[in-house]
């Protein structure tokens, strides 16, 4: 919801061109995916925060340039509406980005 709330209010309220609105509606997204995976969804109790949040953001990142390319397809080449295009990314990376999340983010292995 950070993520979508986000996006829509630059790119539909405000205009921006939609490739930036997603990066910055990513990145809040992506620190509120952190918190609320590492509270509620894997209830992860490390204390290395840093270094998780670290491998957090390279797994972000890389699910930044998967969904910028799905956005580019679904908004300039299929000429889908932005939002609909969003939201639509983002139920495609749902599952990528958990797997990700679960085995590296999160790995009990890597932070005990």
Do not use: E
């Amino acid at each position: 919801m950070v993520d979508w709330g986000t996006f829509y209010i630059l790119a539909i309220v405000l205009g921006l061109y939609y490739q930036f609105s997603l990066i910055i509606a990513f990145t809040f997204g992506t620190a509120a995916n952190y918190a609320l995976n590492k509270i509620f969804t894997f209830r992860c109790q490390s204390p290395k925060v840093v270094a998780q949040f670290s491998v957090h953001i390279v797994v972000a990142s890389i699910s930044l340039l998967i969904s910028s390319g799905w956005m580019f397809l679904f908004v300039d080449v299929l000429d889908i509406h932005k939002m609909t295009s969003r939201m639509t990314t983002s139920a495609i990376m749902l599952a990528i980005n958990y797997f990700m999340v679960k085995s590296l983010t999160f790995n009990k292995r890597f932070f005990k």
